[in-house]
């Protein structure tokens, strides 16, 4: 009887102490998100501008994968001797960071490479949120069959900066950028864009906005928010072989950034809302800006910093960008009843207060 009475006691408890210890990993990631907030904040007032989306972005060629807003930041996240190390072992940025110029160039042995990584990765704890994964994670080997999309070693991440156009036209924010495209140029509405060069060239990289480009405000702007990865996924940079599901990508590096690299580290303003972990795409979605979905391993919310460095929680149910009704209407505008895309777009003019 007494074992029995224990063990109807520990079964009434179990919930109770599950429930805090969620409690406090949900605090801790609120808390990453302040920090690279902070940073975020820091960089601006050092380099006179926001931290760019990536410096390694040129209209001939924007598919190298290079270093990304999560690498730039790191200065400012007390993580000066892993962004030095980067930049040594990239050349100034110069090198496209993959699995091949990048990691391999760090040391050609293999011992000696993956204790680089781990000293890289287990610095990056910031970058992950502790209801998803523990702190040390980093991709041990970045074989995914398919080396020309993916491929990728270094750290993961849980979070996602926000960058886009006002359409829902993937290649407008894969590319980042592209100042001789009217059409990509005059529609970049997204919080964070590619860096500029002093002298045209990546090693000479420059902020190329300042707060300033918020023109809706910092407290009304999404800057950096908890993306979603589809459970199967966490843990494996996994590029499907599927055409139509390509832009489900998996876990890969988020200090990378070029075609679909992007998307491990950032986020469409247009992207919408996963209602939970298992959330997956599919091909009768098409494949939209909105299909690289925000999500999180909270019950029933999603963490978002703002621009004035305030975290923002947000429910899954809030509305988000519109799932492609046909392949014809794919350059709709999706923000029109969305929350969280009039949040991201820089200059839409709308004030927007979250539910």
Not at 61 to 73: E, G, K, T
Not at 253 to 261: F, K, P, Q, V, Y
Not at 341 to 347: A, K, P, Q, S, Y
């Amino acid at each position: 009887m007494v074992i029995a009475i224990i063990g109807i006691l520990i079964a009434l408890l179990l919930p109770a102490v599950q429930a805090a210890r969620e409690a406090a990993r949900r605090m801790q990631c609120t808390n990453n998100l302040k920090q690279t907030g902070l940073a975020v904040h820091n960089f601006h007032d050092a380099m006179k501008g926001l931290p760019p989306s990536t410096v390694g972005y040129t209209v001939t060629n924007p598919h190298n994968p290079n270093a990304s807003f999560w690498v730039l930041i790191l200065p400012y996240m007390e993580q000066t001797a892993t962004y030095d190390l980067i930049k040594d072992k990239t050349n100034n940025f110069s090198i496209i960071m993959n699995n091949v110029n990048f990691w391999n160039v760090l040391d050609s042995n293999a011992t000696t490479r993956a204790q680089m990584q781990s000293s890289i990765s287990s610095g990056l704890s910031t970058f992950k949120c502790p209801s998803r994964r523990s702190g040390r994670e980093y991709l041990a080997d970045g074989t995914d069959g398919n080396n020309n999309q993916g491929g990728q070693y270094g750290p993961q991440g849980d979070y996602a900066f926000v960058q886009g156009r006002d359409f829902s036209a993937w290649s407008g924010w894969l590319n980042n950028y592209i100042p001789t495209a009217s059409d990509h140029a005059s529609q970049q509405s997204g919080a964070i864009r590619v860096a500029i060069w002093g002298s045209g060239t990546a090693s000479s990289w420059l902020p190329r906005d300042t707060m300033a480009y918020w023109s809706d405000g910092t407290s009304n702007q999404i800057v950096v928010g908890e993306k979603h990865i589809r459970a199967d996924f966490v843990g494996h940079c996994q590029f499907p072989t599927s055409t139509a599901l390509r832009w489900e990508v998996g876990d890969c590096s988020i200090l990378i950034t070029g075609d679909w690299n992007t998307l491990s580290a950032a986020r469409s303003l247009n992207s919408a809302m996963a209602k939970g972990p298992n959330d997956g795409n599919t091909a009768a979605n098409f494949g939209g800006e909105d299909q690289p979905h925000w999500g999180s391993s909270h019950t029933g919310v999603v963490n978002f910093l703002m621009g004035d460095g305030s975290v923002q929680s947000v429910s899954v149910t809030v509305p988000t960008g519109s799932v492609w009704s046909s392949q014809a209407n794919k350059d709709a505008r999706v923000t029109t009843n969305s929350i969280l895309g009039r949040l991201g777009n820089v200059h839409d003019g709308n004030a927007v207060s979250l539910p």
